[in-house]
């Protein structure tokens, strides 16, 4: 399943550590969002995983379902992939 995952963590030490995970599954495609192509049971790990870091009464994570219709119908002005500047830059 391809889902949509959006977040927003309080604490930056948090919200940088959601960040690494959601690494480990998926694309950054802007800076609280990334796509991820997994199975249910994956699904399950990385719910578990972000669950075990987040503070629920500060922060917020949803996953929202991408089905393949919308993701034709997908529009996209500009640039379509974001690009981390933390770790995209190389210095000469």
């Given amino acids: 399943m391809r889902l949509l995952v959006i977040y927003d963590i309080a604490d930056p030490r948090r919200l ?3 960040a690494r995970i959601l ?20 699904l399950a790990e990385l ?4 669950a075990q ?4 009464a ?3 994570v949803k996953y929202i379902p991408l089905c393949e219709r919308c993701l034709q119908k997908t529009e996209i002005i500009g640039q379509g992939r ?8 190389v210095v000469v």
Avoid: H, L, M
């Fill in 47 to 50: 719910r578990t995983r972000i």
């Fill in 53 to 56: 870091v987040i503070d629920q």
């Fill in 58 to 60: 500060e922060d917020g």
């Fill in 16 to 18: 940088s550590r959601v």
């Fill in 82 to 89: 974001y690009i981390d500047p933390d770790s995209e830059f």
């Fill in 23 to 42: 690494k480990d599954y998926g694309e950054r495609v802007q800076q609280s969002k990334f796509e991820i192509e997994v199975s249910a049971r994956v």
